[in-house]
Every structure is written in C-alpha cells, then in structure tokens.
C-alpha cells in the first residue's frame, strides 16, 4: 500500500506543532503579562524614549556689551564669551516615530574672563520638548528655544547629540549647544 503525499508533509507538521506548542504558549502569555504591567514594545531596530532621562550640555556664547550689562557683568570687549554647564531631567512619551515631553534644568555659566558663576534669566528652570521625530537612531527635537539633533547610542538608553539656539542678534554673536547628551 502506498503512503500518501499528504500524509508525509501533515505528519511532521504536525509534530513540530505539537514540540512547539509550549514555547508559543509562554510567548503568548509573556507578551500579555508584560502589557499588563504597561510595558512597551517596538520592532527591532526601532528606539522606545518613552520615559525619565537625565542629561547634560555645555553652551556655548558669543554676546553684545549691552547683554553682559544686562546680567550685571563687566563686558570683555565687543563680544564676551562664556560656556554654560546645565543638566536636568526629561520624561519623555514616544508614540509611533514622534515624541514629546517636559524637562528642568540647573545652569551655572562663566565667561572666558572669569566672571561668574551666574544664570542667566533667558534659561528658564522647566520648558518642553517638542517636535521629537525618531527615525532609526536619528532623532531631531526642539529641546526649549533649541533645537537638537541626536543619535541612539547602544541599546537605547543613551542619546548624543548637538544643537543650536536661535538668538535674535545678527553675528557674530551666537548661542549654542555642544556636546549634549543624555541617559535614562
């Protein structure tokens, strides 16, 4: 008597079914235990900032006589340049490719004179993170007055990156950020 075809493909099939019935089981249950417990999950490859980070920049600026005055500071010339040193935290929510979220900072500044340390009232202590776009490990964002591009580091728990912000001086007087970056 001859075996049929079907049966020849059927019975393996079956059995490999049937061995791997169990994994798919604790996948199943895994992956409806971790949503209970609000868990997110993206595609590999893909980046989840979803939540609480802390981060650090140095700023850097080139500004008029009349602006150092203005913080109650002696001008160094016809540009006074200083580095500001701030860090914070942010909580961010990612949905999809875009994020969003609030964020404090704590800044002390000094210029290439020396004068300081002083915080300038342009800084404020909370402002939002907005317009996050994330594609791959590239992210751009406007972060306060900023805006920021950065990159994923590792396996997604570091972000690094620079910025620049706008001021409403013609040059060569500049605000900008270096060496941003931020871990959850």
Not at 42 to 47: E, L, R, T
């Amino acid at each position: 008597m001859k075996t049929p075809k079907v049966a020849i493909v059927l019975v393996p099939m079956t059995m490999a079914i049937l061995l791997a019935g169990p994994f798919l089981a604790r996948s199943a249950n895994s992956s409806a235990a971790e949503e209970e417990l609000g868990e997110r999950r993206v595609a590999p490859g893909n980046y989840d900032l979803t939540g609480s980070w802390s981060y650090e920049t140095t700023i850097e600026s080139g500004i008029p006589p009349f602006l150092v005055e203005s913080l109650g500071l002696i001008p160094e010339g016809e540009i006074t340049y200083l580095t500001c040193e701030t860090h914070g935290e942010m909580e961010l929510v990612q949905t999809g490719e875009t994020f969003e979220g609030t964020a404090t900072q704590i800044l002390s500044c000094m210029t290439d004179g020396g004068q300081g340390p002083f915080w300038p009232p342009a800084f404020p202590p909370e402002f939002e993170v907005a317009n996050g776009v994330i594609s791959g490990k590239d992210t751009s964002f406007a972060f306060g007055t900023c805006n920021f591009t950065a990159k994923v580091v590792g396996s997604g728990d570091k972000l690094m990156g620079e910025g620049s912000c706008p001021i409403p001086l013609p040059p060569p007087y500049f605000l900008e950020s270096t060496h941003w970056k931020a871990q959850r």
